[in-house]
């Protein structure tokens, strides 16, 4: 599972720079939704060939007593509980104060493994701007700037020195297929876990120091092997309705990133809210495989069922390559059709396609709806190769590729899957350029 490294620091210290910078992106994943911090991001990054999620928490008010930035402060603790770096961000220009006191305190009280990091530090003197950091009592104050990259790959490097090689972890991964169990509170994700194992197979957790880890299960199903990830923990039937479940994004990415199959849960008799849309967006976003269970679907008139229908054709349009069941976990209804949609996932996420295959059903593709042109040239592609599963993604060799338009990516993933047959999964397609030799002589 790759670790996650939770950035925290009072407002206007330069956490969401550090963020970009990590992620090489501005186009973050931001969940704004009843019970999260507005502004959160949530992203992926790597350092040479150990890769990360990184969580900008906000700004941390950690001494306001109520309003929205209790609220951020509540969620910033959470993340702090959940990680397995912080990298706590002071600024360097402003100096030490009384509120980095207050939040190294709490930090200091987590147990996380703690990284001090002096931001904003270019032009200055490195051991003059970190000086009165020491005081903090959080270890040696790291200098860096994050505008401008200064001191980012070492900080990164020292933080991922001590955590465990996802790669190697990678390597002794099982060959059946491994699905994770995500949703908001209360859709009845613990009911469908229950349903899918029996009675006899539940587990109880309920010990310090596993709140932030997922539970794995093993089990047998119709002569097949699966493991069930579940981040909500198990209870016995009849505590599920008693239980009040905390919802995690950081869960949801772990669980999602450690699978093979996602199967995400949605409640049939509330509507399908934004916070199901950004789930759902976290999931496509790890290219994981997906099925969805719109769950309490008994006892439902026609009209609510039709009401559902069309949210759902609204709201998750963007998930068409999934496959999508009305069931009951409580009653076990509809449950043996998710397996079967699981089974089809994983195959298509794991799908081997030959070199040969590839190339033909681009050529075909191009022949039918060309790329368009870039100034006077027009993209030329040339064949196509598989560069990985989990999700598939197909690597594309050609001439003047920098800068496809979108709509052609998703054009071309749409053949891919279409012909392929690939069920249950998302495809990534990259371009790689062909190099000209002699684009440097005269």
Do not use: C
Request: net charge neutral; proline share 5%; hydrophobic share 40%.
């Amino acid at each position: 599972m790759k670790p996650t490294v939770v950035l925290v620091g009072r407002p206007n210290v330069g956490k969401s720079t550090l963020f970009n910078r990590l992620t090489r992106s501005r186009d973050a994943i931001v969940a704004d939704m009843p019970g999260l911090t507005r502004d959160r991001h949530y992203g992926h990054g790597r350092v040479g060939g150990k890769p990360y999620l990184v969580v900008d928490t906000g700004g941390f008010e950690p001494v306001v007593k109520e309003g929205i930035l209790h609220e951020m402060a509540k969620q910033t603790l959470q993340a702090v509980d959940e990680a397995d770096v912080v990298i706590f961000i002071v600024d360097g220009r402003n100096g030490l104060t009384a509120q980095d006191k207050t939040i190294a305190d709490k930090l200091r009280r987590s147990g996380r493994d703690v990284h001090l990091v002096v931001n904003k530090a270019e032009g200055m003197n490195r051991s003059t701007v970190t000086a009165e950091f020491f005081e903090l009592g959080l270890g040696d104050p790291v200098a860096i700037s994050a505008s401008h990259g200064e001191g980012v790959r070492e900080l990164m490097e020292e933080v991922l020195a001590n955590l465990p090689d996802v790669s190697a972890e990678e390597e002794g991964k099982s060959t059946h297929p491994k699905f994770a169990i995500v949703g908001r509170p209360n859709v009845g994700k613990s009911t469908l876990v229950n349903s899918i194992l029996g009675e006899e197979r539940v587990i109880a957790f309920d010990l310090p120091g596993t709140t932030r880890d997922s539970i794995y299960i093993d089990f047998e199903r119709s002569g097949k092997q699966y493991t069930i990830i579940d981040t909500a923990g198990i209870r016995r039937r009849g505590k599920v309705k008693e239980a009040i479940e905390k919802f995690s994004v950081i869960k949801t990415l772990q669980s999602a990133e450690d699978a093979n199959v996602v199967v995400l849960v949605l409640d049939a008799q509330q509507e399908i809210s934004d916070q199901d849309a950004a789930i759902a967006g976290f999931i496509l976003e790890s290219g994981r495989a997906l099925v969805v269970a719109i769950n309490k679907w008994d006892g439902l008139d026609d009209y609510r069922r039709d009401r559902i229908k069309h949210d759902l054709d609204r709201k998750l349009k963007f998930l068409g390559f999934a496959k999508f069941h009305f069931i009951s976990a409580l009653q076990g209804k509809g449950v043996a059709g998710l397996f079967q949609s699981i089974d089809a996932a994983y195959g298509a996420a794991m799908a081997n396609l030959s070199t040969p295959k590839l190339t033909r059903v681009l050529l075909s593709a191009v022949q039918k709806q060309a790329p368009p042109r870039k100034g006077p040239v027009r993209p030329k592609m040339r064949y196509a190769h598989q560069g990985g599963m989990n999700p598939p993604i197909v690597v594309v060799h050609g001439s003047g590729l920098d800068e496809i338009p979108e709509s052609y990516v998703r054009y071309l993933e749409h053949t891919f899957i279409e012909v392929f047959k690939l069920q249950g999964t998302p495809l990534r397609v990259q371009f790689k350029q062909s190099h000209n030799p002699f684009a440097d002589k005269d």
